[in-house]
């Protein structure tokens, strides 16, 4: 019987890696966004690539939103066997320069949407009574250390391991495992607008502070959309049965932690 996998944030950057990826492996991927046309366009097209996969609008910061969401996906396909809560955002800066509805915005699409999705996927989306359940959460190298001018997805992001690690002991015994996916820097649009945010705020060109980061990374690249995807779809397959309560990283040697 095909495992279904559901993978929030999926029109963009990592989470449309992980769609096509885990729908390649055979999967049938129930993927949402916010953005109708965004959702539609990616599915027409992983449809026609003749990929499993249905698109939805769904805003993972709400509540209600979330809870019919998973409802419809139960109704379409029966059971949930693997959840990937991959949507997120980014955002920051000085401190005592920060509004509260930025670090709102940031808590409750990165730290809110994994409490929503997660609990509903608990409660009615047959998780429980699988063989083995996954829940992978894409967190971020930024979940283990403090990085100036980014103090909300800081606190987000080490919110998420947090949750990880509840869960995966939790849920331990339900044949359910709980794994956190730590990347660092990735060639995706959200890493595009955090170097246009760190240019701006010192004055530099993107071109330098690109450069800035790069040289941090010990392979000195961006790792990939793909080479993120690569460990959710090992994480959601059998052979990781014994992977419960971590977070990996996916940084290039990045972080040694």
Not at 47 to 74: F, R
Not at 90 to 106: A, K, N, Q, V, Y
Not at 206 to 216: A, C, L, M, P, T
Request: glycine residues 10%; charged residues 20%; proline residues 3%.
């Amino acid at each position: 019987m095909t495992k279904v996998a559901v993978v929030s944030g999926g029109t963009s950057g990592i989470g449309e890696a992980i769609v096509e990826t885990l729908a390649q492996a055979g999967m049938h991927v129930e993927f949402c966004g916010r953005c109708a046309e965004s959702v539609n366009l990616h599915e027409r097209r992983w449809q026609n690539e003749g990929l499993t996969v249905t698109g939805s609008v769904c805003d993972v910061a709400n509540e209600k939103d979330v809870d019919q969401y998973i409802k419809d996906i139960v109704a379409r396909c029966g059971k949930i066997n693997c959840l990937v809560n991959n949507a997120g955002t980014s955002g920051g800066g000085p401190f005592h320069e920060l509004s509260t509805d930025i670090w709102r915005h940031i808590m409750t699409t990165n730290c809110d949407s994994v409490f929503f999705m997660s609990r509903a996927v608990l409660r009615e989306g047959g998780i429980l009574d699988n063989e083995h359940g996954r829940i992978i959460n894409i967190a971020s190298t930024a979940g283990k250390q403090g990085i100036p001018l980014s103090a909300p997805y800081n606190a987000s992001k080490h919110a998420v391991i947090g949750i990880t690690r509840s869960l995966a002991l939790e849920y331990a015994k339900r044949n359910i495992t709980v794994n956190a996916v730590c990347p660092g820097y990735v060639e995706t649009p959200m890493a595009d607008t955090v170097v246009r945010c760190h240019a701006e705020i010192f004055g530099r060109t993107i071109e330098e502070v690109r450069s800035e980061f790069e040289n941090k990374i010990p392979i000195g690249r961006y790792s990939t959309p793909s080479e993120v995807a690569s460990l959710v779809n090992y994480l959601a397959g059998p052979e990781a049965a014994a992977i419960t309560g971590q977070a990996l990283n996916v940084c290039g040697g990045l972080g040694r932690f």
